[in-house]
């Protein structure tokens, strides 16, 4: 999976942070974890040649998951990001239509759902360099 990069988990509840790392680990994934918005674009700023795509919560105190895709285009901080949240996807279509997203994760996901996902960014993303 070395060809994938890491993936970066940005979730503010330790719980889902630690399960969703666990999953990635055991799909064979490299992981980096981020409590919060801040620390993601403080780990993109100083990683982002390694960071290969970017699970992001949609809804985190401090900065949201909209405000650092922001900041993120701001900086040009380019990275594939798959949202995740508990509420519903097409919702999120419309709440992030004018921000790039590369897929939507609902919580509670399967391992096969977060599988699938990741494999298809990263799939989506080697096509493209």
Do not use: W
């Not at 666990?22 to 993601?40: H, I, M, R, T, Y």
């Amino acid at each position: 999976m070395s060809q994938a990069g890491l993936v970066l988990v940005v979730e503010d509840e330790d719980p889902v942070r630690r399960y969703t790392v666990s999953l990635l680990e055991e799909l064979g994934f490299p992981v980096l974890q981020a409590s919060d918005g801040v620390e993601a674009i403080a780990i993109l700023r100083e990683r982002r040649a390694e960071v290969g795509v970017m699970l992001l919560d949609h809804s985190m105190p401090g900065l949201s998951g909209e405000e650092v895709l922001a900041e993120l285009e701001r900086e040009d901080l380019t990275v594939p990001v798959v949202l995740t949240s508990g509420y519903d996807r097409a919702a999120l279509e419309v709440r992030f239509a004018g921000h790039e997203v590369a897929g939507y994760l609902q919580k509670p996901f399967r391992i096969e759902a977060l599988d699938e996902t990741v494999r298809a960014v990263v799939a989506r993303r080697a096509r493209a360099h």
